[in-house]
């Protein structure tokens, strides 16, 4: 399982069809967004599973991270960023206990 970390973000490249089944993120709520920049604040943890797109990731404090189709991502509580969102995402997305 390749993971990248970056401050506050965890980056699995490689989830699992259990983990992803286990997580039940197929029945997270969805979002999208076309290619923009936007910026997002996070005040909880926020997990999300990129079913489309490419997007890199600007923290504040940190190196930027290339999130694309496939990846799990958790986003802590505290991290501030803009996205570059290089082609349109589709995301399952959900904020755990």
């Keep these: 399982m390749k993971k990248h970390y970056c401050y506050a ?5 490689t989830p699992s ?3 992803l089944k286990d997580l039940d993120v197929f029945n997270y709520p969805t979002w999208t967004k ?4 936007i910026a997002q604040v996070y005040d909880a943890d926020k997990l999300c599973y990129f079913l489309e797109g490419e997007v890199l990731v600007n ?3 940190g190196e930027p991270v290339h999130i694309k189709k496939g990846d799990l991502v958790t986003f802590h509580a505290g991290v ?8 349109d995402v ?3 997305y959900c904020y755990p206990d």
Excluded at 9 to 13: A, D, E, P
Excluded at 34 to 37: A, T, Y
Excluded at 80 to 87: C, F, L, N, P, Y
């Design 34 to 37: 076309e290619v923009s920049d």
């Design 59 to 61: 923290p504040i404090w």
């Design 90 to 92: 589709k995301i399952h």
């Design 17 to 19: 069809e259990e983990e």
């Design 80 to 87: 501030s960023s803009t996205w570059q969102v290089k082609s």
């Design 9 to 13: 973000i965890q980056v699995n490249q």
